[in-house]
T-cell receptor, first 113, second 112 residues
Framework: DTGVSQDPRHKITKRGQNVTFRCDPI?????LYWYRQTLGQGPEFLTY????????KSRLLSDRFSAERPKGSFSTLEIQRTEQGDSAMYLC???????????FGPGTRLTVL | GDSVTQMEGPVTLSEEAFLTINCTYT??????LFWYVQYPGEGLQLLLK?????DKGSNKGFEATYRKETTSFHLEKGSVQVSDSAVYFC???????????FGKGTKLTVNP
């Protein structure tokens, strides 16, 4: 069990650029979650997958955000036309089922200049 | 909607002091309750959880009891150590949901 991994750990980009983050869940987990955490706040739910199906999306996930989990394993989160307000820590978590503990990765810190 | 309110931080204590971090929640049903901890430079880790009223979660000397009548889940530890310095988050999941709802976090600093 190597835990949830995320790549990159840090990303600095200029406003208007596109960025993509990757999350590798714990291998036997079929649920994968994305959260966003801004400074001084708790994480906020963005979306989650059961296997490859995206089952819920928060209204926080604007049209510029898209998430995929094409083979039910790793997931990507893409932000198009980044804005300074997108600067945050993006957290990924996985679990083995509904009601089970969510295990978090170290996060990707995005800074939009 | 569901929400979690934690006591404002930061909290600074001396080693071996008693710790309480207050957490209250608002939920429409019967949520499961969690405390997560974030050590400096690390990801969120589950500290303890409770899934029904009057359950007590415990781990590493920390305890919290699910109080339905007061909608609370206060975190306590009898004797804190410097290594407990971290940010602590209270969270809930409503029954049938997969979405964790977090409080804002409470930063704890323990001085030797």
């Amino acid at each position: 069990d190597t835990g949830v991994s995320q790549d990159p750990r840090h990303k600095i980009t200029k406003r208007g650029q596109n960025v993509t983050f990757r999350c590798d869940p714990i291998s036997e987990h079929n649920r994968l979650y994305w959260y966003r955490q801004t400074l001084g706040q708790g994480p906020e739910f963005l979306t989650y997958f059961q296997n490859e199906a995206q089952l819920e999306k928060s209204r926080l996930l604007s049209d510029r955000f898209s998430a995929e989990r094409p083979k039910g394993s790793f997931s990507t989160l893409e932000i198009q036309r980044t804005e300074q307000g997108d600067s945050a820590m993006y957290l990924c978590a996985s679990s083995s089922g509904g009601g089970y503990t969510q295990y978090f990765g170290p996060g990707t810190r995005l800074t939009v200049l | 909607g569901d929400s979690v309110t934690q006591m404002e931080g930061p909290v600074t204590l001396s080693e071996e002091a008693f710790l309480t971090i207050n957490c209250t929640y608002t939920a429409t049903g019967y949520p499961s309750l969690f405390w997560y901890v974030q050590y400096p430079g690390e990801g969120l880790q589950l500290l303890l959880k409770a899934t029904k009223a009057d359950d007590k979660g415990s781990n590493k000397g920390f305890e919290a009891t699910y109080r339905k009548e007061t909608t609370s889940f206060h975190l306590e530890k009898g004797s804190v150590q410097v290594s407990d310095s971290a940010v602590y988050f209270c969270a809930l999941i409503e029954g049938g949901s997969e979405k964790l709802v977090f409080g804002k976090g409470t930063k704890l600093t323990v001085n030797p």
